[in-house]
């Protein structure tokens, strides 16, 4: 996913009022590791599945 197709991610985040905490808690995993897949710090194939989940789960959302 490239830094704009993750920038857009996080805008829909706000625009839904949704936090790294929310996504960290539906997923099950900690909000410092949300939040490094979303910001870049993590990369490669683990981190494109979660980013793949995350875009998911933020579109499922009104």
């Known amino acids: 996913m490239t ?3 993750r920038a857009l991610l ?5 625009i839904k009022k ?5 996504l960290s808690e539906v997923f099950g995993i900690s909000a ?4 490094d897949i979303l910001n870049g710090r993590k990369d490669g194939p683990k981190a ?3 980013i793949n989940k ?3 789960y933020v579109n ?3």
């Open 3 to 5: 830094v704009t197709e």
């Open 10 to 14: 996080i805008a829909q985040m706000k």
């Open 18 to 22: 949704i936090k790294f905490k929310e």
């Open 32 to 35: 410092v590791y949300v939040s």
């Open 48 to 50: 494109t599945q979660w």
């Open 54 to 56: 995350f875009d998911k």
């Open 60 to 62: 499922s959302r009104k």
